[in-house]
């Protein structure tokens, strides 16, 4: 700790000499002024180490014991700036890295998004953006509460939306909205409607008239339940027909159905030949300023691939600087083309024929799957022939503007006129 200190405020190493060097020892312990290190040179020399700020002391003391003081060497901290005083550029340098570092140090460099799952980062980050907080911006003058309330405005995906700004990162913390239950459409009057032709295997109508019974045969665009519903009524109640009423019929219907998919692709497909001309371009982005060290801003030709490259340096790991150096490589190719194998072929139309097969099902599964190829030329087609079990039902609106109403009979009816009369014959 003294060797550090000695450096920092500087140290001063002298050679005394003189007839009575002891004496000049016993005037600095009587004056209670300490040496650092010492050593005799010889009998009439020894060799002392201070601090550079009791240079005069030390000569005020040598004088008294009549001895001769010779400087030999400064070392330290003040000493070795001394060597620059004259460098102004590198001086002006040092005051403007000093300059940049105190006023760097409170600019918000990297902002870091946490708690949220469907919006993304970038939409975050641009609307905090139009709320005056991004790369560059000077930390204290950021009204943390003002952003937060207008954050809230802005998106209402969020729920809740947090500020945080530590020195040069910004953090910022988020909850998005849990989105609410999906209303039935109740109101609507609606039918069920079959998706494809099948047998029914399975009914269930929730609401509305089944058509259809477990067996029968039903054809795509068939009512399957119906949205207009009889009213039947105890034979004690009401005799003959009450009418019907519109409803939003709903159900589960399951069929076994029969699909028929088929695809091609041509045996002679296109393919990349690289001509081996290849061009660059470079471009620094600085807290979102992009400089280009190019002129011609245009794709140099017909066919080429673009490969864009970032690359950041940064002193902190996870921690990025808002100065990016961009490279963009442009390769040109020509298109000619060249055989496919038709083993190969076959095998990615099939899996693309399943994967389309139980995109259109929305529930269900295939029971077997029978697959016909067949090559013309220079053409491959693949046919899947499956058989499946799913869900037909599909609710289709009613052609009507009526709104779906309670049901109204006859006995109903009877009732409103007797209340009617009652209240007519009250005084």
Not at 100 to 122: A, K, P, Q, W
Not at 129 to 143: E, I
Not at 315 to 340: F, G, H, N, V
Request: aromatic share 8%.
């Amino acid at each position: 700790m003294r060797q550090f200190l000695g450096w920092l405020t500087g140290t001063l190493s002298a050679k005394i000499t003189g007839a009575e060097p002891e004496k000049f020892l016993n005037i600095c312990a009587r004056s209670d002024f300490r040496l650092d290190r010492m050593t005799w040179v010889d009998p009439f020399a020894l060799s002392v180490r201070i601090p550079a700020r009791r240079q005069r002391e030390l000569h005020a003391l040598a004088a008294r014991a009549q001895c001769r003081v010779e400087e030999e060497v400064f070392r330290g901290m003040p000493f070795f700036l001394l060597r620059f005083r004259r460098r102004y550029a590198l001086l002006a340098g040092a005051a403007l890295t000093l300059a940049f570092c105190l006023v760097g140090s409170h600019c918000i460099l990297t902002v870091e998004v946490t708690g949220n799952e469907t919006v993304t980062d970038r939409e975050i980050i641009s609307q905090l953006r139009l709320c005056g907080v991004s790369q560059g911006t000077w930390g204290p003058g950021v009204n943390i509460r003002e952003v937060e309330n207008r954050m809230m405005l802005a998106m209402n995906d969020l729920t809740f939306f947090s500020l945080n700004i530590f020195g040069t990162r910004a953090e910022v913390i988020v909850r998005e909205r849990e989105p609410g239950p999906t209303l039935r459409d109740e109101k609507t009057p609606a039918d069920v409607i079959s998706a494809a032709t099948g047998i029914v295997t399975h009914m269930e109508a929730w609401n509305g008239d089944a058509m259809f019974q477990e067996g029968d045969t039903v054809m795509e665009g068939d009512v399957l339940i119906s949205g207009e519903m009889v009213m039947d009524l105890h034979p004690m109640v009401w005799e003959g027909n009450a009418g019907t009423r519109l409803v939003h019929a709903e159900g589960r219907v399951l069929a076994r159905t029969w699909r028929t998919l088929r695809a091609q692709i041509h045996l002679n497909a296109p393919v990349k030949e690289y001509t081996g001309e290849v061009s660059h371009r470079y471009a620094l982005s600085v807290w979102g300023r992009r400089m280009n060290f190019y002129q011609n801003s245009g794709i140099p030709y017909d066919r080429c691939d673009i490969i864009t490259r970032l690359e950041s340096w940064t002193p902190l790991k996870d921690r990025m600087l808002p100065i990016l150096w961009e490279k963009t490589t442009y390769q040109a190719y020509t298109l000619t083309t060249a055989p496919i194998d038709p083993a190969r072929a076959e095998v990615v139309l099939k899996e693309a024929l399943m994967e389309r097969l139980e995109g259109i099902m929305e529930e269900g599964k295939v029971l077997s799957a029978d697959y016909e190829t067949r090559q013309e030329g220079e053409v491959l087609t693949v046919t899947l022939l499956a058989q499946c079990t799913e869900e037909i039902g599909r609710t289709v609106k009613r052609d009507t503007d009526q709104k779906v109403d309670p049901p109204k009979s006859p006995l109903a009816q009877g009732v409103q006129e007797e209340e009617k009369y009652t209240k007519e014959q009250s005084p």
